[in-house]
Nanobody
Framework: QVQLVESGGGLVQAGGSLRLSCAASESAFILNVMGWYRQAPGKQRELVASTTNGGHTNYADSVKGRFTITRDNGKNTVYLQMNSLKPEDTAVYYC?????????WGQGTQVTVSS
């Protein structure tokens, strides 16, 4: 079982920035993929960004050029730097990881972008 604890959500005006953090209870070296998903009210959960142990990153088209995902394996932590935020980025953001242990989710953190 891997526990993921997110932090960094909040309320920000459009055009502003936030950085989300997700700390894992297991060594990040065994977590093949770490990423962020989001779910807005009435919508399905969607992938925002992910990163592999090999350094490969993947972004949703809607956030390319604005969001950056990084991971610090020494701290077992993955970050999501969100710049130029838009009201449509408002959602609950969930940390996710995949490894041979299975797939795990954090509890979610609310991000609200006001216009």
């Amino acid at each position: 079982q891997v526990q993921l604890v997110e932090s960094g959500g909040g309320l920000v005006q459009a055009g502003g920035s936030l950085r989300l953090s997700c700390a894992a209870s297991e060594s990040a070296f065994i977590l093949n993929v770490m990423g962020w998903y989001r779910q807005a009210p009435g919508k399905q959960r969607e992938l925002v960004a992910s990163t592999t142990n090999g350094g490969h990153t993947n972004y949703a088209d809607s956030v390319k050029g604005r969001f950056t995902i990084t991971r610090d394996n020494g701290k077992n932590t993955v970050y999501l730097q969100m710049n130029s935020l838009k009201p449509e980025d408002t959602a609950v953001y969930y940390c996710n990881c995949k490894s041979f242990l299975g797939e795990f989710w954090g509890q979610g953190t609310q991000v609200t972008v006001s216009s």
